[in-house]
């Protein structure tokens, strides 16, 4: 089956076939770890495994590889402002490097309670210093960079088709632009390398050929990208937010370095709002998926609520919604639950269910045709095992899911107690009468290896 996916690079649906098949590369941008991530981005993290389910779904072999951003991403995307790891640790009181570790531990716990498959490769912005430098040094022997007082830019203005992947108006923004913009030459240009302030002295820093300093945001991913999947390859993932700044400064470098767009497809989620405000972690108050769970809701509640909005559409974030992502997926589970041992694969749900996925990743239009499948009259084994197989892209653990332990009363904890010791004493009549009581109360005593179960009757 043919999977169509929207590439932003050409604003068009397009028939995706991997470079070296079967293999597919695919790189997502990471978090910065100066603190926990929020539930918007999580949203995106569950888009990009969705994504990831999907073509393994149909047989090819992803090479998925994630960045841990921390150091370099500045508090402004215009490369001025604290950088937001040493803004984190002033917050804290923790080291940079104390705090990196802390959130990055904080989000890989988040996306395993989401249940989003771990990448192949996690690869920390400090871990490749050198290969950054040799970025920066290739571009710089292509004469796109210059030096100003405060690091090594970006010459925007030497690549004719920079900001495409945007559509960035480049006159429009050269005409706006405030005169006092440092020494950039171009509003667009952007930092390859800091140089770490000469009055202070920096937690992350480290010498270049250029002088002591730190990398910028944009030039680890081309970097790092490189590394790990060459510097063409399939698809390239982030939220809507990298479109105009970080994707397109990506693409500016790889083109200076190897002159390839970096990426074949270019794929981005679209934001989590909350009321009419875009959910970000410079706002101070967000909610995380901790807030969640504390509040009692399942984590899986919320990736059941991702996947009911299509990605390329913004999603608000209500607790209306979540209670009603709830309440649904409790009926899933409860329903598949009820139909016990998996049979059978029905194919034509199974057709149906492809082609809804590969069809840009449609899936509300496959959580609909999961509810088809519920109302359908097919044998309950053959509901369960399509079920199933459904979920290995829904990713919502039903094949584990079992029904909580219900409570029960004290007294019949007693009565129960009461009849084992009978029964352990051979007094089998008073533990026969004792079973007669719990039973009459709307129980039943269930005996294991592990000895006697007691559960409510159905
Ligand atoms: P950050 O940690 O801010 O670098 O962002 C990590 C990922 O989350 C990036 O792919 C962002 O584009 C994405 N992101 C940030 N805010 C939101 C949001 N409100 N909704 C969805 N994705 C987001
Ligand atoms: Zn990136």
């Avoid at 571009?139 to 559509?167: C, K």
């Avoid at 945001?217 to 990298?242: K, N």
């Avoid at 504390?294 to 609520?305: E, S, T």
């Amino acid at each position: 089956m043919t999977i169509r996916l929207f590439d932003t690079y050409t604003r068009s649906l397009r028939d995706f076939a991997p470079l070296h098949p079967p293999e597919v590369g695919l790189y997502c941008c990471g978090p910065t770890v100066y603190d926990y991530a929020h539930i918007g981005n999580l949203r995106t993290y569950i888009f990009e495994d969705v994504l990831r389910r999907t073509l393994e779904f149909n047989g090819y072999r992803v090479k998925h590889v994630v960045n841990i951003t921390d150091v370099g991403h500045l508090v402004s995307d215009a490369d001025t402002g604290e950088d937001k790891m040493e803004k984190g640790s002033r917050r804290t009181g923790e080291s940079a490097w104390q705090i990196a570790e802390k959130y990055t531990q904080a989000f890989k716990h988040d996306l395993c309670a989401l249940n989003v498959l771990e990448p192949a490769v996690w690869c920390k912005a400090t871990d490749h210093i050198a290969d950054q430098i040799d970025a920066i040094r290739r571009i710089e022997a292509q004469r796109f960079t210059y030096r100003t007082s405060d690091g090594i830019y970006f010459d925007t203005s030497r690549l004719p088709d920079y900001g495409h992947l945007a559509r960035l108006d480049i006159e429009g923004l050269q005409a706006g632009a405030r005169i006092d913009a440092a020494e950039k030459r171009h509003p667009t240009d952007f930092a390859l390398w800091k140089f770490s302030p000469p009055d202070q002295k920096r937690q992350m820093e480290w010498d270049s050929p250029w002088g002591v300093g730190f990398p910028g945001w944009h030039i680890e991913c081309s970097a790092m990208s490189a590394r790990y999947l060459g510097p063409f390859f399939d698809i390239h993932c982030g939220g809507e937010d990298h479109i105009p700044v970080h994707h397109t400064n990506e693409i500016a470098q790889t083109e200076a370095m190897h002159g390839t767009r970096l990426a074949n497809f270019w794929l981005h989620g679209y934001f989590l709002q909350l009321g009419d405000a875009r959910m970000a972690k410079s706002a101070g108050e967000f909610l995380r998926l901790q807030t969640l769970i504390d509040r009692g809701y399942d984590p899986m509640a919320y990736r059941f609520l991702c996947l009911g909005a299509h990605y390329r559409a913004r999603l608000n974030f209500t607790w209306d919604s979540l209670d009603g992502a709830t309440t649904a997926l409790n009926r899933l589970r409860a329903a598949a639950h009820e139909w016990g041992a998996p049979g059978a694969i029905d194919e034509e749900f199974a057709a149906k269910f492809t082609a809804r996925i590969t069809d840009d990743l449609n899936l509300p239009r496959a959580v609909a045709l999961v509810w088809e499948l519920v109302k359908s009259d097919l044998l309950a084994a053959m509901k369960r095992a399509t079920l199933l197989h459904f979920d290995r892209v829904l990713g919502l653990r039903l094949a584990d899911w079992q029904p909580a332990d219900e409570v029960i009363p004290d007294d019949i904890l007693r009565l129960a107690e009461q009849r084992h010791q009978a029964r352990a004493a051979k007094h089998w009549q008073e533990a026969d009468a004792l079973r007669a009581q719990v039973v009459a109360a709307g129980y039943e005593i269930e005996d294991t290896p592990n000895g006697p179960r007691v559960r409510a009757r159905k």
